[in-house]
């Protein structure tokens, strides 16, 4: 059904988003505390819940006791409403999640890429598909009842060609029509996001950034990337390389080569990463593998952190975030030793001093942040009753 802007029809769509949003941030309310919290009428109110009960999208659990009076009906959304998979891709392997609409965790599933294919150029959608069918298979869903998938991966998509860039490490994930090939393999849509573009939307959403509309994740793991965040919104670039730090030239590290985005290297062949990344911090420590380990060891943790705010010092002079958030094995290996380290370390420049964080989410960030990616997809679509 078509809807004119300021008819009764807008007006009740956006009361009808208004309730559901509502419900989705505090969850069970009674329909008193809808209309206050929303501003309108008790009549109104039920006539939204009972609009929302019939399309399936909330449901009644309950009563809420402790008042004068009847009890009063607690409403919630409907959690079969809708379900989304969030997935993570890495060299080794997929890893699939599949949630409700209300964000709860129906079942997972670990795809590694070795044991299954020993040629995973080929078999990527395949592959994927598996994750997510076993994911379904353990929530008890069929494929048909997803309305959403986003998948986290290193690189980032281009928006012009549809190519994945600045992840060689992953073999057959280039194709310019993988993301078709994969939505026509799980009949649902499939967005590609960068893996800490992801992981930033978890930091915002529920981890070090909440209230933060300028901020940089710094992501050092096995390989270095960074989400930037202006005015609330994330910063991609004309290729979708925005972020890309760990290819950023820095004095002292070679220059990371490889002929273009497509093909550059990720194995810290230089850049940044070849500073930072874990495989550099087990170097500096004598070939120690385990990062609390090498971390622990005081001249190392020094020399990384020197080189660590000497990158982020060229972040902070071109886009002056008001928080820096380290995240990343290294970044956690290290705590709070290590931010303190780099904060004093930026102290000295003539810059801009950003508040820095240590992130503390619990679990996979990327994850996290693929299933708020697509919990906003999904509601998007879902919760508009303009063609109710």
Known sequence: MAVTPGTPSVLRVMNDRAALDLLVAHGPLTRTRIGELTGLSKPTTSQILGRLEAAGLVRTTGSQAGRPGPNAVLYEIEPGAAHVAALSADPTGITAVVADITGAERGRCRIEAVAVAEDVRHRTAQLVAEAVEGALGKAGLRPDELTATVIGTPGAIDPHTGQLRYAPHLPGWHSRTLRAELAEVLGTPVSIENDVNLAAV??????????????????????VGAAIVLGGTLLRGATGGAGEIGYMPLPGAPLARGGD?????????????SLVAAPAVRQLAGGVHDLGEALSNPGVLDEVARRLATGLAAVVAVVDPELVVLSGTVAQAGGDALRERVEEELSGLALPRPQLRVSELDGDPILTGALRTALTQARDTVFDTSTA
């Open 202 to 223: 978890a930091e915002q959403h529920e981890g070090a950034a909440q209230d933060h509309d300028d901020f940089v994740l710094a992501y050092v793991d096995e390989g």
């Open 261 to 273: 985005s497509v093909h550059a290297r990720t194995d810290g062949g230089g850049g940044f990463q």
